[in-house]
């Protein structure tokens, strides 16, 4: 009986060492597997905010589905806070002559690629010129049209604590 106990608990044991890497999370998992796609991605990302850097509101926009939500959680007054913007202002915003270079610098980026969909979850940091303004995570969602990977959904974390700098 210990036998069969034995043999049986070897052969579970080879089974689950067989199967774990199945159903083990793996955040690399697009990355290792379409780094083509997986550069395509980014480069929307990128121009998103190299476009904020040159304060060209046209190449921002062209990242972007008309459909998109935005949306930011902080905390305010100490309480957490979730507010979402619009397409149309953030727009403006660029666009609108300023006297210091919105710097998003982004580094780290975890995307995952399923059909015609991706998340990227990115750390960053803001500077307003070289001067630090606020830090957070940037999450965004991205669906493959027809013309390519534009934006469908963005939220990001900002705080002025906790930070690092790339």
Avoid at 8 to 23: F, G, I, N, P
Avoid at 86 to 106: C, M, Q, Y
Wanted: charged share 25%; aromatic share 10%; glycine share 4%.
């Amino acid at each position: 009986m210990k036998r069969v106990i034995t043999a049986l608990c070897c052969v579970l044991l080879s089974a689950s060492w067989l199967y774990a890497d199945r159903y083990t999370p793996r955040n690399d998992f697009a990355n290792s597997e379409n780094p083509d796609e997986v550069k395509e991605v980014l480069k929307v990302v990128n121009q998103l905010f190299d476009g904020m850097r040159n304060g060209d509101s046209a190449m921002v926009s062209a990242v972007f589905d008309r459909s998109v939500r935005m949306a930011s959680i902080e905390i305010r007054n100490g309480v957490p806070s979730f507010r979402e913007g619009s397409l149309e202002r953030f727009l403006n915003a660029v666009g609108t002559p300023h006297d210091k270079v919105w710097d998003e610098r982004i580094w780290d980026p975890v995307v995952k690629i399923d059909d015609n969909m991706s998340t990227v979850w990115v750390n960053y940091a803001f500077y307003l010129d070289d001067q630090f303004s606020h830090c957070g995570v940037n999450a965004f969602q991205l669906f493959k049209s027809v013309s390519g990977w534009k934006i469908i959904n963005i939220t990001d974390t900002r705080r002025k604590d906790r930070c690092e700098e790339p």
